[in-house]
């Protein structure tokens, strides 16, 4: 982990028990062809306090291997398909058991997600998928931006946004 400026807690839990955030985490090195490149991401974490007062961290940086992706009004388990680039933190329920927040896609766009109990679920993976006009020529990418699940109420309903087309 990363001892770095990007390491951030974002979001605190009604009774201060839980804080959310996300930290900079080196994920090895790769040699190009411009010299050593570092591949990193920005990993979901919490802060948990324990019974003397104290925060103990654990990262979330496997969670993605126990995910599921929200599909047509399912869930789907996507093995090994929803993982992150960025996590940015934007919210924490006040029972301290829903994360919302942004995962960056692949692709550059933002898909909404939450972390509910442990488990990853991805509201929606942007991707670059393209729309394509009758003679074959793509038109414009295809829910290019996604969005960002922004908040949690006090009966655990989460907010955001998505916008479904870049055009």
Not at 17 to 31: L, N, P, Q
Not at 42 to 62: C, F, I, S, V
Not at 103 to 131: M, R, T, W
């Amino acid at each position: 982990v990363s001892t770095d400026f990007l390491n951030d807690a974002r979001a605190v839990s009604a009774d201060g028990s839980v804080i959310a955030g996300h930290f900079y985490v080196t994920r090895g090195y790769k040699d190009t062809p411009f010299g050593l490149l570092e591949r990193v991401v920005h990993a979901p974490a919490l802060w948990k306090r324990n019974a003397e007062g104290e925060y103990e961290l654990t990262m979330l940086d496997q969670i993605y291997k126990n995910s599921k992706l929200y599909d047509n009004g399912e869930l789907k388990t996507v093995e090994d398909s929803v993982n992150f680039t960025t996590f940015m933190v934007y919210d924490i329920s006040d029972d301290g058991s829903i994360i919302c927040g942004m995962n960056e896609a692949g692709c550059g766009g933002s898909n909404p997600v939450v972390i509910k109990n442990g488990q990853l679920i991805q509201i929606f993976d942007c991707g670059e998928e393209a729309a394509y006009d009758e003679d074959g020529n793509p038109t414009h990418t295809v829910n290019f931006n996604g969005g960002q699940c922004t908040s949690v109420d006090a009966d655990n309903n989460v907010y955001g946004y998505y916008q479904t087309e870049n055009l």
